[in-house]
């Protein structure tokens, strides 16, 4: 079964007079295990066309899938759940709480699912030593670097064993050696654990490491690459 | 939970200036609630003895006339007495005859209203023996004597043992006249009796105004006072009849029941404009942390935070703050309220008779009193508050729209 | 500079305005309790000094101590007389208080007879508009006014014969004396409509057993505020009679005014706490609004910018805050006081038609006054906490470094 089935997916935004179709008609079907990049030009619908699978927003029209379930029929609390469950995010900007240690940030979504103190202590440090921050557990989002927040960011969104991560321009923010390091993290989670990734990223190296490169223009797919 | 609980306390400490600020704002007003309740009670207590606890007891029994019209032959028969006695539920009961009459001592005269009363069940039913000032209340068992009101002895310049002459008119018409014995000086906090009761054996006062076995009313103590009711609902099928009525005490002065009710209301006043006040306060603080964690919010979202528990971090936060408002305010308040028990307001170098209000002469110094229940409910309307005034906040930050607020910045 | 405060303070719309609500709420609330305590403290001042007293007093020494009955004026006449000529534009009242009985073939009842001039007191006093039936004094001797409740207790009815005894001036005999009860009045209020009675001087003066004798000859001037030197004129003018005390209207009710003053103080304490509540809303506001912009002053100090000047900044834009609030504050204040200086409080239902404090009895309908002078004070000092309130914040902005001012996030 894939992970997700989207289906002529539009997305219109209302700006004042003018609608602006961000999507207009996206088809695209990703399978368990892949490492897939979405890139286009700015403004292409690359972070809109996430926050739909992301079910983060609504899209206007169109078939959306999301391991499984039709997310046209969840409430927000089942949207809730599932962001919870069953997907990661990571962020341009790390997007940390800033009033939560580099384990509190990572551990927090497994608190939230009820796991219980111990097994999630545990987790998170094998998390957090998988990402190479053994040690930095206690530190604060301001005592990080950009690349260790990032890291930290990752902790946080695979921590509770997703089906799949999102990440929109994971290494905008880094430079070039510690994105090299956090793309080389990631396929190694991908190739090691399973774990599904699909990336918006204008980064080449990014596309370099994916495996399907998904080319957008003008809210619709216009290539789509499998290595 | 705890989860949102570590959130919560460390999101407050993140301004610690703002919360203290705000936290110290609704002490402030916890602090003088709290004072001016215990203030307003220490003077409704005062109120309340003399009108309640010394006049009317539980249950009041006389002729239905009477209380209105005060006429000397709308009486009672004294045995109605034993059958009170013997209704279940009967603490102690009193009876009382009054009249009024010229007191007179060597070379003055004054108008008084005797009332007289059983010297042994009298101190039963009400606080009157612990108003004794000078000399003893009646003592049981004779006759003869006469306890009198402060002011009224004053004002015949006598004391115990002197002799005072009573003069009145009798239910036959004719004037009589007895002599009676200084026992006692009374200090009741009722303006009239001060200034003008004098307490007399029932049995005397019925020889006076020859009125033999016949009472006005009969003062009831039972044995649950806050369950008056279905006593008074007994008693009432037992005994009452064209000429014997049985009343509770707010049934027999809606008056005072009254002035009971203004104590709720004048409470309310206060917490209202004090909370309204600080209510805005924290208003204000919950609004701003809110949106200036848009983002960090909208972050909780994405990774899926529910709408309800995002409701919930934020009220966790701001009763968080309560609480913090809430020691901080005891801690003020008690301070304020032990100085208003123990010391009182001194009013004595102004007003050294004391303050009458509506009949009751308050002592110069006016000391607190502390209800719990007035202390908890400050407690409580701070809670109330401060969950009310992040309510909104707190649903904002529920509707959050995630893509929004990521994009936010 | 104030344009650029404004602008600042409208960044955030919202926080802004809930301050501003807060200080208006604040505020609203003091010019009600100011005006319903000026409309009050008038009323109880007015009453009580025209009811117990006057703006000038004369009494024989000791009177004011020990309140004795007995001691009296013994040249009332030409006393009354000589004020007369000194206060032309004053209406002057003499009485004599009597303590006795009143009798009638049914009842009796301890009263206070007041001996008065019936035209004087008509003018100071409602109660001649309270008659429900019959007439007020006409200067018939054998006339008297008595309450309700009295008439209902004696069974008598207007035309009725009364006698009232009594004991006065160090006789040592009762005396008594025949009245017709030539009219009945309602209060509402138990002690004057049960125990008080209303004869006219010779009359009372006649049962006293003295001829030309008073307790007290009042005077009542048309400006209250004269009395202190009235008194101190009329002191000067009856030098040269013995036995004798002129005090001001302070002086002759010092209870009530005690009253007045602990009331005031405990309203200002709670006024000054509530602002205090008010101002910390009001420092958290601009404490905030200073500190989200740290990053801003680091620029505007980096680009030549005194640290004074910011300073200024942040307190002008307290200031604006203050008079915003303050400006809002006394217009609805002023709105919301409306019905009460028209209609007033209506108190009826908890204390009946009249209420009684201090020994003045009052209608529980409280009519509210216009204070222009303290909502004035107020008000301005309103806007000064304020402004005071942003002190600290400005201090924390002069303070500032740009480097690290700069790199704050
Ligand atoms: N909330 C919104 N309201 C209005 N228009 C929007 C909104 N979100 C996105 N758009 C518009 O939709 C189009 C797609 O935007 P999107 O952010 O998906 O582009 P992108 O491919 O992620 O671009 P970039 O590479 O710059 O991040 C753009 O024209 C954008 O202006
Ligand atoms: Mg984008």
Redesign the interface.
């Known amino acids: 079964m894939s992970i997700v089935h989207v289906s002529d997916l539009h997305r219109e935004y209302q700006q004042g007079a003018v609608t602006v179709k961000a999507l207009r008609g996206v088809d695209l079907t990703i399978e368990p295990g892949e490492f897939t990049a979405l890139m286009g030009p700015s403004g292409s619908g690359k972070t809109t066309l996430l926050n739909m699978i992301g079910a983060l927003d609504r899209p206007t029209s169109g078939k959306l899938l999301v391991d499984g379930k039709d997310l046209a029929s969840l409430s927000s609390s089942q949207l809730s759940d599932l962001r919870l469950h069953r997907l990661g995010f990571i962020f341009q900007s790390y997007n940390l709480i800033p009033v939560l240690s580099a384990l509190e940030n990572a551990e927090f979504v497994l608190q939230l699912q009820g796991m219980a103190r111990d097994e999630r202590r545990k987790r998170v440090r094998e998390t957090l030593a998988q990402v190479g921050l053994a040690g930095m557990e206690d530190r604060r989002p301001g005592e990080l670097s950009g690349g260790q927040q990032q890291r930290v960011a990752v902790a946080r969104a695979i921590a509770g064993k997703p089906a799949l991560v999102l990440a929109d321009e994971p290494t905008a923010n880094l430079d070039s050696a510690t994105a090299q390091g956090l793309i080389e993290l990631m396929e190694k989670l991908n190739h090691e654990h399973g774990i599904t990734f699909l990336f918006a990223t204008h980064d080449p190296r990014v596309m370099e490491a994916a495996h399907r490169v998904v080319r957008m223009v003008d809210g619709k797919v216009a290539e789509d690459l499998r290595k | 939970m705890s989860f949102l609980l570590t959130v919560a306390w460390r999101n407050l400490w993140r301004?610690k200036?703002?919360s203290l600020?705000?936290a110290?704002?609704?002490a402030?007003?916890v602090a003088?609630c709290m004072a001016?309740l215990a203030?307003n009670d220490g003077m409704f207590e005062a109120i309340f003895d003399v009108m309640i606890e010394q006049q009317l007891g539980h249950v009041q029994v006389h002729h239905p006339d009477y209380p209105?019209?005060?006429?000397?032959n709308d009486t009672l028969p004294a045995e109605i007495l034993t059958r009170i006695d013997g209704e279940p539920g009967t603490v102690a009961a009193a009876p009382r005859l009054q009249?009024?009459?010229?007191l007179?001592s060597?070379?003055?005269?004054?108008?008084?209203?005797l009332l007289g009363v059983d010297p042994e069940r009298e101190p039963k039913v009400t606080p009157i023996g612990k108003r004794v000032v000078e000399g003893t209340f009646l003592p049981p068992g004779e006759t003869g004597g006469i306890v009198l009101g402060l002011r009224l002895a004053d004002?015949l310049g006598v004391g115990l043992g002197d002799s005072v002459v009573a003069?009145?008119?009798a239910s036959d018409?004719s004037l009589g006249n007895a002599l009676y014995t200084v026992t006692g000086i009374v200090k009741t906090g009722s303006?009239?009796i001060d200034r003008?009761g004098a307490f007399v054996s029932v049995a005397d006062l019925q020889d006076l105004l020859v009125l033999p076995d016949q009472l006005h009313n009969i003062t009831i103590l039972t044995d649950d006072a806050t369950d008056i009711a279905p006593y008074a609902e007994r008693l009432r099928a037992d005994i009452a009849s064209d000429t014997v009525e049985v009343q509770t005490w707010w049934e027999a002065s809606p008056?005072s029941a009254?002035?009971m009710?203004?104590r709720d209301?004048s409470s309310v006043i206060v917490l209202g404009?004090?909370f309204?006040?600080?209510g805005?306060?924290i208003?204000?603080?919950m609004?701003?942390s809110v949106?200036?964690r848009t983002r960090e919010l909208g972050v909780l979202k994405a990774l899926g935070l529910r709408p309800t528990r995002m409701v919930g971090l934020i009220l966790v936060e701001s009763v968080l703050l309560a609480s913090l408002a809430v020691s901080i305010g005891l801690a003020l308040g008690g301070g304020l309220d032990a100085f208003l028990v123990l010391r009182g307001?001194d009013?004595s170098a102004?007003?050294k008779?004391g303050?009458?209000?509506?009949?009751v002469v308050l002592d110069p110094v006016i000391k607190g009193v502390v209800r719990w229940e007035g202390v908890a409910q400050v407690v409580g309307a701070v809670f109330f508050v401060s969950l009310a005034s992040s309510l909104w906040p707190a649903i904002r930050a529920a509707r959050l729209d995630p893509v929004e607020s990521l994009r936010a910045e | 500079m104030v344009v650029l405060a404004m602008r600042n303070l409208f960044r955030?719309t919202?926080?802004t305005l809930?301050?501003v609500?807060?200080i208006t709420?604040?505020l609203a609330?003091v010019h009600l309790t100011i005006t319903l305590q000026t409309g009050s403290y008038a009323d109880l001042i007015r009453t009580g000094v025209s009811s117990m007293a006057g703006h000038v007093v004369v009494q024989a020494k000791g009177y004011q101590e020990e309140k004795?009955?007995?001691l009296v004026l013994t040249r009332t006449a030409e006393i009354s007389q000589r004020l007369a000529k000194a206060f032309p534009e004053g209406t002057i009242a003499p009485r004599l208080v009597l303590?006795?009985?009143?009798?009638s073939?049914?009842?009796?009842?301890?009263?206070?007879v007041s001996g008065i001039d019936g035209a004087a007191e008509a003018k100071l006093q409602e109660i001649d508009e309270h008659v429900v039936q019959g007439t007020w004094l006409t200067g018939d001797a054998r006339g008297i006014v008595i309450g309700r409740?009295m008439a209902?207790?004696l069974?008598v009815g207007f035309g009725d014969k009364v006698v009232y005894?009594?004991?006065?001036g160090?006789?040592?005999e009762?005396s008594s004396r025949l009245f017709r009860v030539i009219g009945i009045f309602r209060m509402g209020n138990?002690?004057l409509d049960?125990?008080v009675a209303f004869v006219d001087l010779p009359a009372a003066q006649e049962a006293f057993g003295q001829p030309d004798v008073a307790n007290q000859v009042t005077v009542h001037l048309p400006d209250p505020n004269r009395s202190p030197a009235a008194a101190a004129e009329a002191r000067t003018l009856l030098a040269d009679i013995d036995g004798i005390e002129v005090l001001d209207w302070k002086q002759a009710l010092?209870?009530l005014?005690?009253?007045i003053?602990?009331d005031k103080t405990?309203g200002d304490v709670?006024l000054f706490?509530?602002g205090?509540?008010?101002a910390?809303?009001a420092?958290?506001?601009v404490?905030?609004a200073a500190l989200?912009r740290t990053r801003e002053f680091g620029v505007m100090l980096a680009l030549g910018l005194r640290p004074q000047q910011l300073a200024r900044l942040i307190l002008t834009e307290g200031l604006l805050l203050g008079l915003m609030g303050a400006g809002l504050g006394l217009v609805v204040g002023t709105a919301l006081s409306w019905p009460l200086v028209h209609y007033g409080l209506d108190?009826s239902?908890?204390?009946?038609d009249t209420?009684?404090?201090?020994?003045v009895v009052l209608s529980s309908v409280i009519k509210g006054r216009f204070n222009p002078l303290r909502m004035t004070t107020y008000t301005i000092a309103a806007t000064f906490m304020t402004a005071a309130a942003a002190i600290y914040p400005a201090v924390q902005v002069a303070r500032l470094q740009p480097v690290e001012a700069m790199r704050h996030t």
Do not use: C, W
Not at chain 3, 99 to 103: A, D, E, M, N, V
């Open positions: 301004h200036r703002r600020i705000t110290t704002a609704m402030v007003g003088l001016t203030f209105k019209k005060r006429v000397m009249g009024f009459a010229l007179g060597e070379t003055k005269s004054s108008g008084a209203l004002e003069v009145t008119q018409g303006a009239q003008s008056q009254q002035m009710s203004m209301f404009i004090v309204g006040a600080a805005l306060g208003l204000n603080t609004m701003m949106f200036e307001i009013l102004s007003a008779e303050i009458s209000f509506s009949g | 955030n919202r926080r809930i301050t609500l807060a709420f604040g609330m004795d009955g007995d303590g006795g009985l009143i009798t073939p049914r009842g009796s009842v301890g009263a206070a409740d209902d207790a069974q005894m009594g004991q006065h160090g006789a040592t009762v138990a002690d049960g125990f010092p209870e005014f005690a009253l003053e602990v405990s709670m706490l509530l205090a509540i008010v910390m809303g420092l958290n506001t404490l905030m989200e108190y239902a908890y204390m009946g209420y009684e404090t201090a020994g």
